[in-house]
Antibody, heavy 118, light 108 residues
Framework: EVQLVESGGGLVQPGGSLRLSCAAS????????MNWVRQAPGKGLDWVAY????????YYADSVRGRFTISRDNAKNSLYLQMNSLRAEDTAIYYC???????????WGQGTLVTVSS | EIVMTQSPVTLSVSPGERATLYCRAS???????LGWYQQKPGQAPRLLIY???TRATGIPARFSGSGSGTEFTLTISSLQSEDFAVYYC?????????FGQGTKVEIK
């Protein structure tokens, strides 16, 4: 069974940093591209970042480019999102999602909540 | 950047009735690269449709997708109690992989 489990969320002050992790099981992470998607409280879905299997193709939403870094460790079956210079508007549940082909997100984690507040 | 616009924002429907949700792209999207998701409160999104019209595994036949170019539609033929939720479209044709703002299907 495919499982994605996010962790690392919490309360952080504006300007601070946080590193999210997504632990993958039930499949070989190295065979799949991955994404981060977020959802602010009471709002819609917001795609954040993408990384391909070899980490040589990476894309970001404009709102996070230059502040967030997506990475992966296939040997550890893990996906990461390093978030720096956090703002109040980054407050959201952050989901990791597996990329399929043709592209769609069949598998999602349960999400981890990031709250940016002083 | 492709912007996805869904309508209506809220749809009030009685159980057993048909619901039609719309998704418009600001630029043409390949049909292969359009998906629909359902989300219930406190849950992660669930894939319903990919490739504009292909039902995901385990999705009931009452859900159907259609459309091409810039206009896409999700139809729920006979609403069941478990279908009241928020629905999102998403394009994968270009970066960023934008979602629509969602349509909330509520009980009338």
């Amino acid at each position: 069974e495919v499982q994605l489990v996010e962790s690392g969320g919490g309360l952080v002050q504006p300007g601070g940093s946080l590193r999210l992790s997504c632990a993958a099981s039930g499949f070989t992470l190295s065979s799949y591209s991955m994404n981060w998607v977020r959802q602010a409280p009471g709002k819609g879905l917001d795609w954040v970042a993408y990384i391909n299997s070899g980490s040589n193709s990476i894309y970001y939403a404009d709102s996070v480019r230059g502040r967030f870094t997506i990475s992966r460790d296939n040997a550890k079956n893990s996906l990461y999102l390093q978030m720096n210079s956090l703002r109040a508007e980054d407050t959201a549940i952050y989901y990791c999602a597996r990329d399929e082909w043709p592209p769609y997100f069949q598998h999602w984690g349960q999400g981890t909540l990031v709250t940016v507040s002083s | 950047e492709i912007v996805m616009t869904q309508s209506p924002v809220t749809l009030s429907v009685s159980p057993g009735e048909r619901a039609t949700l719309y998704c418009r792209a600001s630029q043409s999207v390949s049909s292969s690269f359009l998906g629909w998701y359902q989300q219930k409160p406190g849950q992660a999104p669930r894939l319903l449709i990919y490739g504009a019209s292909t039902r995901a595994t385990g999705i009931p036949a009452r859900f159907s997708g259609s459309g091409s170019g810039t206009e896409f539609t999700l139809t729920i033929s006979s609403l069941q109690s478990e279908d009241f939720a928020v629905y999102y479209c998403q394009q994968y044709n270009d970066w960023p992989r934008a979602f629509g703002q969602g349509t909330k299907v509520e009980i009338k």
